[in-house]
């Protein structure tokens, strides 16, 4: 592995069949609607950032790409001050240094931090002729320093975080409207999110997300039973207090962002008077 690491060839033939595999990953995810809305998503909160970008690239950017842009990319990040190595086995000592010790000196990579300027409700459609329309529904957090991410979690749960969550019950136990249902929440280094992703049924699109907004608004307006308050302590001292005051931060409408993907080709006002509810 550590030759791997250090002494790649970056032969321009490996280089061409490997861009033909990740074209083809690229193809499957967008051919797999459940799982490529998880990236409309992120596109939809933060833009042209690289919290917003796709790992995986664009098409554009793969066809395009040289060797030598992987040969200055790999001088440039693959250094002393930006590898970490985590060693684990039945062993009594190794000789890290006979494997890594030519790993070159350099400065550590740096990024730039994310400033959120969102100031109304923010939709994306992605139009796809499908039987089945995904949805994702939630709002910008915070970083995985700050000291609510736990109540963030638990809060996540309690909306769409099982079979007994409050989401699951409603938008397909009672309402019969899709299949699965959840919430969860992503922690980055300067920025985070809370988001309901579900696959509902076309003709019932609208009322899916009518409820889900509902769900997040009786956080705040009805609060949680206090029969479960002390459950709650157990977790890193969150209490239900604690979770309603995080979800009037957090769930604001100027904040509200909507991704969808199915064969909705010009319907954006359709769905930007839900977003206004």
Do not use: W
């Amino acid at each position: 592995m550590s030759d791997i690491l250090l002494n790649s060839l970056f032969k321009e033939e490996e280089i061409q069949k490997e861009r033909g595999a990740v074209i083809e990953e690229m193809n499957m995810y967008q051919d797999t609607p459940m799982r490529y809305i998880g990236d409309i998503f992120e596109e939809l909160l933060y833009g042209d950032t690289a919290l917003g970008r796709k790992v995986i690239g664009t098409k554009e950017i793969l066809k395009n790409m040289k060797r030598d842009d992987f040969i200055n990319y790999f001088k440039k990040n693959y250094n002393s001050r930006n590898i970490i190595i985590s060693v684990a086995g039945k062993f009594k000592d190794i000789n890290l240094e006979k494997f890594l010790g030519d790993v070159k000196k350099g400065k550590k990579s740096e990024y730039k931090k994310y400033e959120d300027k969102q100031i109304k409700p923010e939709l994306r459609i992605v139009d796809k002729n499908t039987d089945q329309a995904q949805v994702a529904i939630g709002y910008k957090t915070f970083s995985i320093f700050d000291k609510r991410r736990t109540t963030l979690d638990v809060l996540a749960t309690i909306l769409g975080g099982g079979m007994s969550s409050r989401l699951f019950i409603e938008v397909r136990e009672r309402q019969g409207l899709c299949y699965f249902v959840r919430t969860l929440a992503e922690h980055y280094l300067d920025q985070g999110y809370i988001g309901t992703f579900s696959g509902v049924t076309l003709n019932k699109i609208d009322k899916a997300i009518k409820i889900i907004l509902q769900e997040h608004k009786k956080i705040i307006t009805d609060g949680i039973s206090i029969s479960i308050n002390d459950y709650f302590k157990e977790v890193d001292n969150v209490t239900v207090t604690a979770i309603k005051i995080t979800a009037n931060e957090l769930f604001i409408k100027e904040k509200l962002n909507l991704a969808i993907i199915g064969p909705f080709n010009g319907e954006e006002n359709r769905f930007k008077k839900l977003l206004e509810l």
